[in-house]
């Protein structure tokens, strides 16, 4: 027996509550042709901005993980320094995992920790001077670190969860400041 596999091209079908097959117009599908194929935006004349974005996220786990994390007792070493580089390098390489993503010069990018009694908060900042936002650049920093200390957490810790991973702030661009209302 000979199983053949195809990758068929990456498309979405957008279509309306009642089945009809929707087509873009003006702003309102910017990722899709007018064959509903997926597609990277085309920033070239868009006006280079300075621009930052802010996210975070949270490890939740249990108290004697927290105690260990603290104490840098943990059987993988120095939790919180690996998952900074590791947050760095996701930064840097966000447009090879995010398929319609741009890949850009990033500036800056910083990954900071917080202890609390019952999780560690990332938060992720990332700055630009260019055509896009870094947004996701933000949020992928966060995802990755959250991963991280998961990684390096499960030996002791089963139970450790990865939550509220989120947008907290972007500036410049098009559109403007952006602020998640709190």
Known sequence: MLILFAQPEACLKLVDEKGKTLKPDGDKFTHVDENGKALMVDVGNKEDTN????????????????????????????????ARV????????????????????????????????????????????????????????????????YDMCKAMDKSVTIEEIKLLEKTGGKSGDWERPE
């Open 51 to 82: 621009r930052s974005a802010t996210a975070s996220g949270r490890v939740f786990m249990g108290p004697e993980t927290i105690d260990a994390l603290k104490k840098q007792e943990l059987q993988k070493g120095d939790v919180l320094g690996v």
């Open 86 to 149: 590791a947050g760095i390098q996701a930064a840097k390489r966000t447009s090879d995992l995010i398929p319609l993503c741009h890949p850009l010069a990033i500036n800056f990018v910083s990954v900071d920790f917080k202890i609390e009694e019952k999780y560690v908060e990332i938060v992720t900042t990332v700055k630009t001077f260019g055509k896009t936002g870094v947004e996701m650049e933000a949020l992928t920093a966060c995802s990755v670190g959250a991963l991280t200390i």
